[in-house]
């Protein structure tokens, strides 16, 4: 017997009863044969038999391919485009503090080696770019002029004064996390200082180490040294600015010219090693580079790597493609026997 009850809009109800006209059939139970319970416990059992070596052949295989990729991966960072992803705060055995980086990410840790960059607001990391890349290019600095014109176009003189005073409080807050450091005003221009070398800027090493290029001879221990200060990857790789293209441009052009005149007259055979790092170094800065490519190949052929040259032709064509909207003329068997 089934009731229902349904409520109208004009508070009267309908009930129903519903009933089974015949009554309902008896349940019929039944017993689970034993023998085929049996006869399926055997099929199941013969099946994960014949399911397990398959899987451990298939997963060793896998592991074979996963080796093999990783061999050659390690050497494919720069092409892919992934050495980039670096992480300066975490370095083996070795606790990073009071240190800014520019070349890759934008970073900052603290004295207590926490990763600060993030504290570091849009316009905040703006004006300290601004300050500290002007100060490192003449010494001089940057006027307030130029400051208010750069950060704060669209306001009045007097409002662009005080968004100033009052963000170059906060940034030199942020500072005094990292080091000693000094934002003072010069002759009318705003400079950075870096106070007792309390702070590891890798920009001040790097300008500081192409100076030295003009007395001293371009050597291993001197692109070994250069390598290790850029390695990471591109001067400010993701910050974008309309005023920043200037100083890209000076710190690639000095890196892959040096780069290429140490390589050009090196020895391939004896050290393809070291001129494999440099050529991956060079693509950070410059993905469609020919001549980095020339002895990228060759040295990856001399050191018994051949699927990884090949594979490193064929992506920096599609790069090349990608950039130019054109093939790449040179062919592989040109490239790995250029002289």
Known sequence: V????????????????????FPPNNLVVTQADSNNFINSYWVYLIFIGLLFPIAFYLIIKKR???????????IELVNKNIADISNHSIIENESVTSSIFLFSHFEVIDKKGNDITRQFTPLLKEMFLLILLHTFKDGKGISSDQLYEILWEEKTIKDARNNYSVNIVKLKSLLEKVGETVI???????????????????????????????????????????????NNGAFLREVQYS??????????????????????????????DLILKLTNCIFHFDLVNDEALIFKCRSLIILGRHAIAKETYLHFCKEYKKNYGQEFTKSYNEVIEHK
Request: glycine content about 2%; hydrophobic content about 35%.
């Open 2 to 21: 089934a009731v229902t009850i349904l409520n109208k809009k004009d508070n009267s109800s309908v009930i129903k009863v519903f009933t089974l006209e």
């Open 184 to 230: 003072s005003k010069e002759s009318g221009k705003w400079r950075f200082e870096i106070v007792n070398d309390s702070i590891q800027l890798d920009y001040q090493q790097f300008i500081n180490h192409s100076n030295n290029i003009q007395t001293t001879s371009l050597d291993k221990n001197y692109i070994e040294r250069l390598l290790s200060i850029i």
């Open 64 to 74: 074979k391919r996963r080796n093999l990729h990783n061999d050659g991966f390690s």
């Open 243 to 272: 005023w920043i293209d200037d100083y890209k441009s000076t710190v690639s052009d000095f890196v892959i010219t040096t780069m290429l005149s140490y390589i050009s007259k090196a020895n391939i055979q004896t050290e393809a």
